[in-house]
């Protein structure tokens, strides 16, 4: 486990290892040194800063504030009925069926200004997935966009 996704930590270089059982931790003992000492101090001080009470709060409100973020969407989303759209149960990654649109969804980004990844790279052809860990008014903006797509 790491603070990497839920504090933005990801090139500090601290990730760090629950074992359960005298077996992990003896395959942990024979890996290489680089392996096991390959932490950064940053990455240590972000870290534990990340895991205080400070950290934990800011990830409530975090977590929180995407939550609005995810309703919001969905909420605009609403406006685009042949959009096919269920909001996700967690995260900011969500996926929208342009099945019914007749828009390609490689397409999206130039007739939108909205990137996103067409779901063909990801093995689901007709969909377009979005990262949207974003400001309300970007996520506003980016539903509004998608909805005059196919109106």
Same mark, same amino acid.
């Given at each position: ?39 950064? &101090?940053?990455?240590?001080? %972000? *870290?534990? =800063? @990340? ?8 990830? #409530?409100?975090? $977590? +929180? ?15 685009? &009925?042949?959009?096919?759209? %269920? *909001?996700? =149960? @967690? ?8 099945? #019914?649109?007749? $828009? +390609? ?38 539903? +509004? ?7």
């Amino acid at each position: 486990m790491s603070a990497s996704k839920g504090w933005n930590l990801p090139g500090l270089a601290c990730a760090q290892l629950i074992m359960t059982s005298a077996e992990h931790r003896r395959r942990w003992s024979a890996s290489p040194f680089v392996v096991r000492h390959g932490t950064s &101090p940053l990455g240590a001080v %972000a *870290a534990t =800063a @990340a895991y205080g009470m400070d950290g934990v709060a800011h990830l #409530d409100a975090l $977590v +929180d504030y995407q939550q609005r973020g995810r309703d919001l969407f969905a909420a605009r989303m609403a406006g685009a &009925p042949a959009i096919g759209y %269920a *909001a996700p =149960a @967690a995260t900011y990654i969500h996926w929208l069926d342009l099945r #019914d649109t007749r $828009v +390609d969804p490689g397409q999206v980004a130039e007739r939108t200004g909205v990137i996103g990844t067409n779901g063909s790279a990801c093995g689901t052809a007709g969909f377009l997935r979005l990262t949207l860990a974003t400001s309300h008014a970007v996520i506003g903006d980016v539903a +509004d966009r998608l909805v005059d797509l196919v109106d």
